[in-house]
């Protein structure tokens, strides 16, 4: 697909939201390191000042799932909630 002028991503977004809600849901197995790495990065991601609203919504909920996955290991939560934290940031 070759570029398009400017005036016809409006047209794009409408098809592509189409397109995304008829898509089936895509699944993911993740080892516990990466999904560690996926916190911290959406953790820094949060320290955003101009992150969406939604966005954030997002991070957050994947981040409890993720703490309710790791439930049984107590200092993986501690390290998740210094990730909470900017005080912990360096």
């Known amino acids: 697909m070759s570029p398009a002028p400017r ?6 977004a409408t ?4 397109e995304i809600l008829n898509h ?7 080892k516990p390191e ?3 790495t996926m916190i911290g990065v959406l ?7 101009n992150l969406p609203p939604n966005t954030r919504r997002f991070v957050e909920e ?6 309710a996955y790791f439930a049984e290991c ?3 939560l501690q390290v998740i909630r210094m990730g909470d934290d900017p005080e912990y940031d360096q």
């Open 43 to 49: 953790q820094l991601a949060t320290r955003h000042p």
């Open 74 to 76: 107590p200092f993986v």
């Open 7 to 12: 005036d016809q991503y409006d047209d794009w």
């Open 24 to 30: 089936p849901p895509m699944e993911l197995l993740l």
């Open 15 to 18: 098809h592509m939201a189409e």
């Open 62 to 67: 994947f981040i409890d799932h993720a703490r």
């Open 34 to 36: 990466t999904v560690m």
